[in-house]
């Protein structure tokens, strides 16, 4: 399942960029973005409408985004990887082994 809208911080995270810059846009009103309490709550697609306005291409991937539904992304099928700890805020750590010559 994909994620459909975003903190401002996940935000900055995506457009790789600090925080208070998605904040500016916010207020500015370049970005659109819903006001939840005392944080902000943005909508992919207003996201990715900001992005594009701003000169970038696509934001999100549609390849990668319907491959994940196929497989859940902590999957122990691929080639190489064993299961590994959980790990902080319960994502699944993953090892990988190199191959013995």
Do not use: N
């Not at 995270?13 to 370049?30: F, M």
């Not at 080639?79 to 990988?96: A, I, S, Y």
């Amino acid at each position: 399942m994909q994620k459909t809208t975003f903190t401002l911080a996940e935000a900055a995270q995506i457009l790789r960029c600090h925080p208070a810059t998605v904040r500016k846009a916010v207020l500015d009103g370049s970005l659109q973005a819903a006001k939840l309490g005392r944080g902000y709550r943005i909508s992919r697609a207003d996201l990715q409408k900001f992005w594009t306005a701003s000169g970038g291409g696509e934001l999100f991937d549609q390849t990668q985004e319907r491959d994940k539904t196929a497989e859940p992304a902590g999957s122990a099928k691929e080639e190489g990887v064993k299961p590994g700890k959980k790990g902080r805020k319960g994502t699944w750590q993953r090892q990988l082994e190199l191959p013995i010559k």
